[in-house]
Each structure stands twice: as C-alpha cells, then as structure tokens.
C-alpha cells in the first residue's frame, strides 16, 4: 500500500466525542489527503496537505480539522462526531497532486 | 462544478467475457483522468492514468480510453476472470484548480 498506513482502522463513537484518525507515510512524499467515502457518492476530498503546516480544504471540509506538524503525518479531527460523520477515511499521498496512493481505510461509526 | 457519473452502478458478467466500463465527466478541462480498483475493505489501487494528451492506456488486459470532447471515459477489460470481481472507480483531476472528483463506481462480479 506505498508505506502508507491508517490508524485505527475501525472506531465506534458516540455523537458529540472528539475523534482523531491518522495517516502516517514512509515515502516522504509532500502531499497528503483525507477523503470520505459513501454509498452512491465516490470519494470526497475533506482537506488536503502541500508542506507541513500546509494545509486547505477540500470538497466536505465542514465539521473536520487537520494537522500536519511532521512530513509523514497527517491527523484528520472531527472536533464533536454527528451521525453524518459516519464514513469510511482514506489517506492518500503523492509526490505531486496528480497521481495519488491510497491507504487501507479507516471504518467510523458514530451512534 | 464537475461532475463523474459511472454507469452501470452495477455490472455481472460470466468469465471470459470482454467488458466495458463507463466514465463520463461534465467538464473537458482535465488534466488527467484515472482508473482505480477497489478491492472489498481495502483501499483504491490505481490500474491506468491517462494525460489529458492522450487517447488510450494499456495494461494487461485493461486499455482505457478518453475521449475530452464528449466528456467519456472507457476501462475495457479482456478475457475477463473472478479475479477481476471488485469495483471501478474512475476521477478526473481538473485542468485549473488540481481538484481530483471520483465516480460512484460500478461494482463488476465475474462468475466462474
């Protein structure tokens, strides 16, 4: 999966909590993604990064924060969860935009 | 604001049977469009990307094909296996504003 791993991998939550995932890269690539992913919607872009502390929103960024303080990590918060918010997360990274590898996913529930 | 619509949402087909796959975009100022596979519980593996420059890509027993001016995408599978069984996502990424959307997918089953 180009040395690109997502934690957890499954999270239960209940509405109202703080919840943060992580995307973490061997490759030392500049950018990174966080999408979302739905039935009958494809990928959404949430945020984006281009550089550490480079950071811009994306398609669905309402609801969501990101922080990327080192090259290989990037964290995706959603500062108090809501049913909406129930997805599953790719990670991706890429040496320029334009061709991306994706993670493993992360499954979110929120109740 | 583009938009990536993939039909047939769902596709069944017996094995050995060639198949195509659609993409169609409603904006021709692409820089790239790209097919994906994605496997069930596992992230997107990127299977062809084609530059906005050209017409075709092949690998294997996939070629896809891109036609801007109509706005249309095809993935065209060969000799197909239950191997293949999985879903097709296919996004584009704009020509001015690095803004990559993806379709909903068509989910492909082969049977044995």
């Known amino acids: 999966d180009a040395g690109i791993t997502q934690s957890p991998r499954h999270k239960v939550t209940e509405t109202g909590t703080p919840v943060t995932l992580r995307c973490h890269q061997t490759?030392?690539?500049?950018?990174m993604y966080w999408y979302r992913q739905d039935p009958g919607h494809g990928l959404r872009l949430i945020h984006y990064?281009?550089?550490?502390?480079?950071?811009d929103k994306g398609e669905v960024s309402d609801g969501y924060s990101v922080s990327r303080s080192k090259t290989e990590d990037f964290l995706l918060t959603l500062e108090s969860a809501t049913s909406s918010q129930t997805s599953v997360y790719f990670c991706?990274?890429?040496?320029?935009?334009?061709?991306?590898?994706f993670g493993p996913g992360t499954r979110l529930t929120v109740t | 604001k583009q938009e990536v619509t993939q039909i047939p949402a769902a596709l069944s087909v017996p094995e050995g049977e060639n198949l195509v796959l659609n993409c169609s975009f409603t904006?021709?100022?692409?820089?790239?469009l790209q097919w994906f596979r994605q496997d069930p519980g596992k992230g997107l593996t990127s299977l062809l990307l084609?530059?906005?420059?050209?017409r075709e890509q092949t690998s294997g027993r996939l070629n896809a094909s891109l036609d801007k001016s109509s706005g249309r995408s095809t993935l065209y599978i060969a000799a197909s296996q239950p191997g293949d069984s999985a879903t097709y996502l296919c996004?584009?990424?704009?020509?001015?504003?690095?803004?990559?959307?993806f379709g909903a997918g068509t989910r492909l089953t082969v049977k044995p």
């Open positions: 990064s281009y550089g550490v502390k480079d950071t």
């Open positions: 991706a990274i890429s040496r320029t935009f334009y061709e991306q590898y």
């Open positions: 084609i530059q906005s420059s050209q």
């Open positions: 996004a584009v990424v704009a020509d001015n504003n690095n803004d990559m959307r």
């Open positions: 490759e030392n690539h500049r950018y």
């Open positions: 904006d021709s100022a692409i820089y790239n």
